[in-house]
């Protein structure tokens, strides 16, 4: 099946009235990178799908409301991580919150991230404990501060800020780990 490529321009007045080839050609342009940030915010690759598809549907209900005033893959981007946190809301699962005291335990050694691929960077994540891992990728990867975090998932700054550093923590001893695993499989 041949795809059609579509300016930014045909594919939002295609969404916008309905064109169901046009709404399937933008999931085609989209998935795998909305995929991508879904994962960041899922336990697995199931969970992730459910996201992507979860927010593909709010952007075709949406797509009126998008006023071209920043980037349209931007704008997708923001709609899939909203879709992930209210996931996260509707799923809410415990989140382990630890003391600010809990957290000044810093593993020591340098990472070098060049040794690591993608994918196990992304194992790593996805194996941290939920709160954990929205609050990292809220703050580190998406830029958020620790009010918009506390406000948009119900706990105090406080609480974002010890989450952040503990999943810092536990994310650096993992990654050592990792490279240790990688160095020996690369040395022997």
């Known amino acids: 099946m041949k ?21 399937e050609a933008l999931y085609r342009q989209m998935s795998a990178k909305m995929l991508a940030v879904c994962m960041r915010y899922a336990r697995d690759a ?13 952007i075709f209900q ?25 996931h996260y809301r509707k799923n809410k699962r415990s ?13 020591s050694g340098n990472i070098n991230l060049n040794n690591l691929g993608m ?3 992304m194992k790593v994540i996805q194996k941290l404990a939920d709160g954990y891992r929205m609050v990292f990728n809220m703050y580190a990867i998406e830029g958020y501060s ?31 780990k990792l490279e240790g695993i990688n160095y020996a499989t690369y040395a022997g």
């Open 3 to 23: 795809l059609t490529q579509y300016t930014t321009e045909e594919l939002l007045n295609g969404c916008r009235a309905g064109n169901r080839r046009v709404q």
């Open 46 to 58: 199931m969970e992730a799908e459910d996201i992507l598809q979860n927010g593909f549907i709010k």
């Open 62 to 86: 949406k797509i009126g409301e998008y006023r071209s005033d920043g980037a349209f893959e931007g704008w997708i981007r923001r709609i899939m991580v909203n879709t992930a946190i209210e």
């Open 95 to 107: 989140m382990h919150i630890v003391s600010i005291e809990e957290t000044t335990e810093q593993p």
């Open 119 to 121: 994918q196990d960077l």
């Open 146 to 176: 620790h009010k918009e975090i506390s406000e948009s998932l119900g706990i105090s700054e406080g609480a974002s800020k010890s989450q952040l550093s503990r999943a810092r923590s536990i994310l650096k001893q993992e990654i050592i």
